[in-house]
């Protein structure tokens, strides 16, 4: 089954969404910014949708309406639009309840989460992109499972509390690690040493810890209790006092929880 689809939301996840929405067989009829010039951007992505700057969606052929936007915007955003009778207004958060839309125009709500991380200018492959999907109507969750299964093999249904444990995970996971990445990019830089050479450990640790699970993947002076190489990497990082105090928070924690 295909849907008309209204987009609200010119950032990442908007921007890989929509024609997303459109390869998989779904029309997409307007997209919403409130710049119009990037509301005009992301619709050169696909074929028919109108740019919109205003919430005024009465006279949309849209069914299911996307709030693709930041987390602190959904509120405001679901209060304010105005919609078609018998529409289905979801956002795509992992951290903000579903009963936000309540007081929203929208006959029925629900979530539709797509757990990854976007960015521009990065090509994402959908199929593997887990979707978790939540509403308290079950006509409605079944609308959703069909959109998300249109665009992915994997499709949960998961309460709101649940999700947010896991964006939780996942920002430990992701982003996190991913900032540890930065951190090791700035060590190396300062020594003028090349990163390149940190790749392949990169690699090979994040393929073992999914390989045999984290704990059992786990290596390093912490875990072996080496507290002298521990005092030699701290002092060597005192040039930067938050950055040994992240150093001696993990290697500590690692110490305590195996």
Excluded: W
């Excluded at 010119?10 to 390869?23: D, I, K, R, S, Y």
């Excluded at 050479?197 to 994040?206: A, D, G, Y």
């Amino acid at each position: 089954m295909n849907y008309k689809i209204a987009v609200l939301g010119t950032g990442n996840v908007a921007t890989h969404l929509v024609p997303a929405l459109e390869q998989a067989g779904h029309t997409v009829t307007e997209v919403y910014g409130r710049d119009i010039l990037a509301a005009s951007k992301v619709c050169d992505k696909v074929y028919v949708a109108e740019a919109k700057d205003d919430l005024d969606f009465s006279e949309s052929e849209a069914r299911l309406f996307i709030l693709a936007v930041s987390d602190s915007a959904i509120s405001e955003i679901a209060d304010e639009i105005i919609l078609p009778e018998d529409s289905i207004l979801v956002h795509t958060s992992g951290t903000i309840p579903l009963s936000i839309l309540g007081y929203s125009s929208a006959s029925y709500t629900g979530i539709l989460y797509p757990l990854q991380t976007f960015s521009k200018g990065r090509e994402i492959d959908f199929d593997d992109v887990p979707f978790l999907v939540e509403s308290e109507d079950q006509e409605t969750l079944q609308h959703l499972k069909k959109v998300a299964k249109s665009l992915s093999n994997q499709v949960y249904v998961v309460k709101s509390k649940d999700r947010l444990a896991l964006h939780v995970a996942a920002v430990f996971a992701s982003n996190f690690t991913n900032h540890m990445l930065r951190l090791s990019e700035e060590i190396m830089g300062r020594q003028g040493l090349d990163f390149e050479m940190l790749k392949p450990l990169i690699i090979e640790s994040i393929s073992k810890s999914l390989d045999i699970g984290a704990k059992r993947a786990q290596t390093g002076p912490a875990i072996r209790g080496d507290y002298s190489t521990l005092d030699n990497h701290f002092q060597f990082l005192n040039y930067n006092e938050q950055v040994a105090e992240i150093y001696r928070l993990i290697s500590q924690d690692i110490i305590d929880v195996n």
